[in-house]
């Protein structure tokens, strides 16, 4: 089959792309920015990427007209700015009114549980979008689900973040809603089962895990599977505003989709018996096993996607190329070169910068500067990075963004998507003579972003010089 499958850089897409080829189905991507997708880690013939974006429906004309079916996964949930409601209302629109001059036969949408008439932003923005993409063009299957655990999703990392952070925990009322978690490895095997089977055109299922578990009870079990003692006390007093500031300092999510959690959670998403399971031959995974299979996934760094990719700034809506050439004039520059002792070390140690592994010198004043960001609203340093080892355009590093990341080039190429006044760059090149270019480029606006400058030049000198010194030594030293 031709199949169309949006959201591309997401979560879940990135999961479902692999299998879809691997399955021998013809595949198009839709993506805002080609830059962000990696097409050399696909070896399938049977790929196409084609550049669109939903809110702009003459940028849909390069979708062909011979799809068979057609992937619905985009989500503005986690947007920075604007109204997700009615940007998904007006994507889903687009995409519907393009697919419907088509000859596909049937969409497929991922959506979340909705059994209850009072319903969060989030849960009836989702539900709204069911609606506008019914047509009596295509057939729409939808599946609906709640939590998703797998290595890298918001879900499982929230979860994460909390549990290993806090060995105590002051909670809200809303931690005693039901939920019913679901593995990704199941979602998958949904997403591709539905595919051509008329039993499910026109049809809604609800899909998740066979346990039905509070929020507490979530955190707990998480707890005791990684062999940690955790104790959750819940107050009646907190109020959403609060637990969605208590969320956004403790885990990596920003504040706007904190407060879209919140206001979900609140509500409970437990499914509705259906035959779907049993229809399509998937046996579901209770909750402790996908926890239990996402670290295997985390211990071998075989992590595809990650949630954190997605978050980020108004930049991915600009488009990493007009950000790849880094500006000469009005810019300050911070350029150190130094003769590395071994190419092939100080290219590693290059590659693995940020996350764990830190950014080699004064991590302690890194992560001040990663917390000022957060207390300004910005990301902060709590997305990390996808793998240990491996990275590749498009990644969220930090409070980095990766534009460019060539092994061959020897090139690494970082844009700052913290609070600042200006744009910022940061760059590592190795040349073939073994020289290490290091570059830190500050475009400033305005008379703001001249004082900003000139106020961090001190610790830029103490940084950048110490960080480039661990760089170009021939041994392995995180710090």
Not at 212 to 237: C, D, N, Q, T
Not at 372 to 377: E, I, N, Y
């Amino acid at each position: 089959m031709k199949i169309l499958l949006t959201g591309v850089t997401g979560y879940i897409a990135q999961r479902l792309l692999p299998v879809l080829l691997d399955n021998g189905h013809e595949v198009v991507c839709c993506v805002r920015d080609k830059n962000r997708f990696q097409k050399k880690n696909y070896s399938s013939q049977k790929l196409t990427v084609i550049e669109a974006d939903f809110l702009n429906k003459e940028s849909l004309q390069d979708i062909p007209n011979d799809i068979d079916v057609a992937y619905y996964l985009i989500h503005s949930m986690s947007t920075q700015t604007g109204d997700f409601e009615n940007m998904e209302e007006q994507c889903a629109t687009n995409f519907k009114n393009r697919i419907e001059q088509t000859s596909a036969k049937q969409v497929i949408y991922l959506s979340g549980i909705s059994n209850t008439e009072e319903l969060s932003k989030h849960l009836s923005s989702r539900k709204n979008v069911e609606t506008v993409l019914m047509s009596a063009n295509f057939s729409l299957t939808t599946l609906k689900a709640a939590i998703i655990v797998g290595s890298g999703s918001a879900s499982f990392e929230i979860i994460r973040d909390l549990v290993e952070k806090l060995p105590f925990m002051i909670t809200p009322r809303w931690l005693q809603t039901k939920c019913q978690p679901i593995a990704i490895r199941n979602v998958v095997e949904f997403l591709i089962g539905v595919v051509g089977q008329s039993e499910t055109y026109n049809k809604s299922y609800d899909i998740g895990g066979p346990d039905v578990l509070s929020y507490k009870e979530i955190l707990l079990r998480f707890a005791k599977i990684r062999g940690l003692k955790r104790r959750i006390v819940i107050v009646p007093v907190m109020t959403p505003k609060i637990s969605s500031y208590w969320l956004y300092f403790v885990t990596a999510t920003s504040y706007s989709l904190a407060k879209n959690l919140v206001n979900s959670m609140k509500i409970e998403v437990t499914c509705q018996p259906n035959n779907l399971a049993k229809l399509l031959g998937i046996k579901l995974i209770d909750y402790d096993s996908a926890i239990k299979m996402a670290f295997d996934k985390i211990e071998q760094n075989q992590v595809l996607s990650s949630w954190k990719d997605a978050q980020t700034s108004t930049l991915l809506n600009k488009g990493l190329s007009n950000f790849i050439e880094v500006p000469v004039n009005g810019c300050f520059k911070d350029v150190r070169k130094l003769k590395v002792e071994n190419s092939t070390v100080s290219l590693d140690k290059i590659w693995a910068i940020g996350g764990k592994t830190g950014w080699y010198y004064g991590n302690w004043l890194w992560k001040i500067r990663g917390f000022m960001d957060q207390l300004a609203g910005g990301v902060g340093m709590r997305r990390g990075r996808r793998s240990d080892t491996e990275i590749s355009q498009g990644d969220a590093l930090d409070f980095w963004r990766v534009l460019l990341a060539d092994k061959n080039e020897k090139r690494l190429l970082l844009f700052a998507e913290m609070k600042l006044p200006g744009e910022a760059w940061l760059e590592f090149k190795i040349d073939d003579d073994q020289i290490l270019t290091q570059t830190a480029t500050f475009r400033p606006l305005g008379v703001l972003g001249r004082i900003y400058w000139y106020a961090v030049l001190p610790f830029h000198g103490l940084i950048f010089k110490g960080m480039i010194n661990k760089i170009a030594q021939a041994q392995i030293n995180k710090k």
